[in-house]
């Protein structure tokens, strides 16, 4: 038996002795705190001062320091002597920081802390304590600039502490820790504590980046999901006719919730003159005015169409224009559209992009191509007259020398696009037909490349005297006013929202069951034999099921993370369809399934790997530590809630940037971490700013939370399989928990190679469960550090646990369910 664990069982004999806490007991309880203070904590008994009286009272232990200056002092009450500590937040909580203004409430505990911060402040003594021999009340007795009353205690509740928390007892109140690492600076001081070492596990985990196979039928149906899951292409009109979702609102609200969150026009453009694009199947307002723009022949307008980022606004031009556009569009209007997704970040390329494709779409008729007889009558006849009285002058049309100059210069006329591109518009005004430029896929360049594509798009339409629509999202223009490029086309643009997640995918799913149910069809989209065919479509139509209810966890996950961005929400159901982690094969045997939660996360947020890593997956981290030298696991979930107390009965309030830093700088000392947080909630559209910037920068300027936001705060941060993937992935601050998550790792590894399934859950339920034990620790050490007052179920690891204990029943009886049925397969 070790010294350590001799002195705890001396410990509780002695304490065993003092239950009754009856008077005349004061020898005994000094051999109970000689015990703690020497055999436990190793305080050296010729550097403690003992029985040094003071008045009133007397000081029962001096801890000094070399010099012999007082370090600690601690008063030992007499016998029948109580302390009356606050109510602990649970049966089990063994120490907690309290506020001295709350702990002097207690008439006992008043009057000895009084008494001995009368004798540290005449002595120097910065620390100190009182101690009953059960309960223990370490605190400072001054501190700079601070009210000491205002000042926290670290309370010891029960000598249990000095057992089962006995690596704190001794980091935080052994000789070495105080005197070699000023332990009790870091316990007590008020100021936050900063730079404590951050511990990141998955670097000692070897097998971190393994991989994990995609289910049996990925292969295929990877070619049929990226087409019709994806995309739509100009080239497959029935694709576009079938899965185009007009209905623009964004409708999708989730349970709970006591406003309509909507992929909406911000303020901001509102202010502009912006207006809300209703889409009624023609293209509503914008339809509308370039209809009126090419009747009565406006010339030189730049329209501006906004949306977020997979909002939908290339598919939305194609339809209106391509596709379906109104009848007096399609009979007196050439359109082109210049797509920019492919072009590189090169203003000289883009330009030659722009223009090279403007003349080959304004070319329908193939002019360029024809005969040189026909291009000097019809394209080139003005550059040709000229060049007869110059360059050709004198030369017999006859000739060699004359045929050949003018073949050089209607090669140099082809060459010159701007020339050829005015010539076409003259060519089809003069057929009464109107042009129409657009400009689409910008929103992927650089801010001066983007600038560059808006100012080209106003070169075409000052140059050719037609309408130019430029696609755009909103973030750019904010940039971009400020530079003033946009300043006179405020009344110019419209936004548009995204289409309801749900409903884009009931159509895609119907639409592609459709294909592969038909033996004609499907043999043209996808590679494979009848067997997995069939299996396909009755997978597909399982999955489509999902999609009729509002409650579907499938339903809803993919919906919160679309908020603005269709496009993520594809990206995202492609993962879930192809992933290993989708159990295709239980599936089709049951014929009919309802998607769990845990069933959608691990397919989404890593679909192809064992192990998470949030710097690869779609979804981040909200726990994580994002600022090396002071960071909080909560803080994002603080930014999330803070936003959404904003919310009124009808609607979702902008929250000022300035407010919400003076909060956070204010309560926590905080502003790195919450603008790292912030950054990274307005990249994955849990939050949205008023000027639609999706990065942080000073320009932000008020912020709301989003759906996908809510779910965030509600659903997703408290489920098992969320905290499961993401622990081991995250920074810790006590170095022992993250050596548990280490080892419960890498034994989860070894569990999964060798095919053991029920005590692997039960481990994952063990690591769940002790980084939710260390989440609360931290959250309860943080409520007093910053003196947060709240009550104890307003903690997220109050709602953590309660989630956590609801959910590792039903997690153990699946477990249980799955070994069954294997071993009767």
């Avoid at 703690?36 to 320091?65: C, M, Q």
Wanted: aromatic fraction near 12%; proline fraction near 3%; include cysteine.
């Amino acid at each position: 038996m070790s010294d350590a664990d001799e002195a705890l069982k001396k410990l509780f004999k002695s304490a065993s002795e003092l239950d009754g806490r009856t008077e005349n007991e004061a020898e005994t309880r000094h051999k109970v705190i000689d015990v703690v203070l020497h055999d436990i904590l190793g305080w050296p008994r010729n550097r403690t001062s003992v029985e040094e009286h003071i008045r009133p009272g007397f000081a029962d232990y001096v801890l000094k320091k070399s010099n012999g200056d007082d370090l600690l002092f601690i008063e030992a009450k007499r016998s029948g002597i109580f302390f009356t500590l606050p109510i602990a937040h649970n049966e089990h909580e063994r120490f907690a920081y309290i506020g001295i203004q709350y702990l002097m409430s207690d008439a006992n505990i008043k009057n000895a802390m009084q008494q001995v911060r009368t004798y540290c402040t005449d002595t120097g003594c910065e620390f100190a304590a009182i101690t009953n021999g059960h309960e223990w009340i370490f605190f400072k007795t001054f501190e700079r600039g601070k009210r000491w009353d205002s000042l926290r205690a670290f309370v010891i509740r029960k000598l249990d502490f000095f057992r089962d928390d006995y690596t704190k007892a001794y980091n935080s109140f052994s000789y070495i820790a105080i005197t070699d690492n000023s332990a009790l600076s870091a316990l007590l001081t008020s100021a936050a504590p900063k730079d404590r070492a951050v511990y990141f596990g998955k670097t000692r985990i070897p097998s971190y980046s393994h991989t994990i196979n995609a289910n049996r039928l990925a292969a295929a149906l990877r070619p049929v999901v990226n087409h019709y899951f994806g995309v739509i292409g100009d080239d497959d009109p029935e694709f576009m006719d079938r899965c185009y979702v007009s209905q623009r609102d964004y409708h999708q609200a989730l349970e709970g919730m006591r406003a309509l969150l909507q992929d909406s026009l911000t303020p901001y453009l509102s202010s502009f003159g912006v207006q809300q694009l209703e889409d009624t199947g023609k293209g509503g307002r914008l339809g509308g005015r370039l209809t009126k723009n090419i009747k009565k022949g406006r010339k030189g307008e730049v329209l501006v169409l906004f949306g977020g980022k997979g909002a939908g606004k290339s598919t939305f031009i194609k339809r209106l224009l391509h596709h379906s556009p109104p009848r007096w569009l399609r009979d007196h209007s050439i359109i082109a559209i210049i797509d920019l997704l492919k072009a590189p970040e090169n203003t000289a390329v883009i330009r030659n992009t722009i223009w090279t494709n403007l003349v080959a779409q304004l070319d329908a008729e193939n002019l360029l191509s024809d005969t040189r007889d026909t291009l000097l009558k019809t394209l080139f006849a003005d550059r040709f007259e000229v060049a007869s009285r110059q360059e050709l002058a004198g030369l017999a049309k006859a000739s060699e020398a004359y045929n050949s100059r003018l073949n050089d210069l209607v090669g140099q006329w082809k060459e010159d696009k701007s020339y050829c591109a005015r010539r076409l518009v003259d060519y089809w005004k003069d057929r009464e037909k109107g042009i129409i430029v657009v400009v689409d896929n910008t929103d992927q360049f650089s801010g001066p490349n983007q600038d560059f594509c808006f100012t080209s798009a106003q070169e075409i339409a000052d140059e050719l005297g037609c309408i130019t629509l430029i696609s755009m999202r909103e973030e750019r223009f904010y940039n971009s006013k400020i530079h003033g490029l946009l300043d006179a086309f405020q009344n110019a643009g419209f936004h548009i929202s995204s289409p309801k997640p749900a409903e884009v995918f009931r159509k895609r799913l119907s639409y592609t069951i459709g294909i592969l149910g038909n033996p004609d069809r499907a043999p043209t989209v996808i590679n494979a034999t009848h067997a997995n065919i069939v299996a396909s479509v009755k997978y597909l139509d399982i999955v489509n099921r999902e999609f009729s209810s509002e409650r579907s966890p499938l339903n809803q996950f993919l919906s919160a993370c679309a908020h603005g961005d269709t496009r993520f929400s594809l990206d995202l159901f492609r993962s879930f369809l192809l992933s290993g982690y989708t159990n295709v094969d239980e599936m089709l045997d049951a014929g009919r399934w309802s998607f769990q939660i845990h069933q959608i996360i691990k397919p989404v947020m890593i679909p192809n790997r064992f192990f998470y890593d949030e710097s690869i997956s779609d979804i981040p981290n909200i726990y994580q530590l994002r600022y090396v030298r002071h960071s909080s696991h909560f803080t994002g979930l603080r930014i999330l809630r803070k936003l959404s107390k904003e919310m009124d009965g009808s609607s979702v309030g902008y929250v000022p940037l300035s407010l919400l830093k003076a909060y956070f700088v204010e309560t926590f000392n905080m502003l790195e971490d919450l603008t790292a947080n912030l950054d990274i909630l307005l990249k994955h559209g849990f939050i949205e700013s008023s000027n639609r910037l999706d990065l942080y920068t000073d320009e932000v300027d008020a912020l709301k939370i989003t759906n996908y936001g809510f779910y965030m705060l509600r659903e997703l941060s408290s489920q098992f399989t969320y905290l499961d993937l993401i622990c081991t992935d995250t920074g810790i601050y006590e170095e022992s928990v993250s050596n548990y998550l280490v080892e419960a790792a890498r034994q989860e590894y070894k569990y999964f190679t060798e095919g053991i399934r029920l005590e692997r859950v039960q481990l994952r339920l063990n690591r769940v469960e002790r980084f939710i034990a260390y989440l609360r620790e931290e959250e309860a050490r943080e409520r007093e550090a910053y003196s947060l007052n709240m009550p104890h179920e307003d903690m997220f690891t109050f709602s953590l646990t309660t989630a956590f204990n609801n959910e590792k029943l039903k997690v153990m009886a699946s477990a249980a369910r799955q070994r069954h049925r294997a071993r009767r397969v």
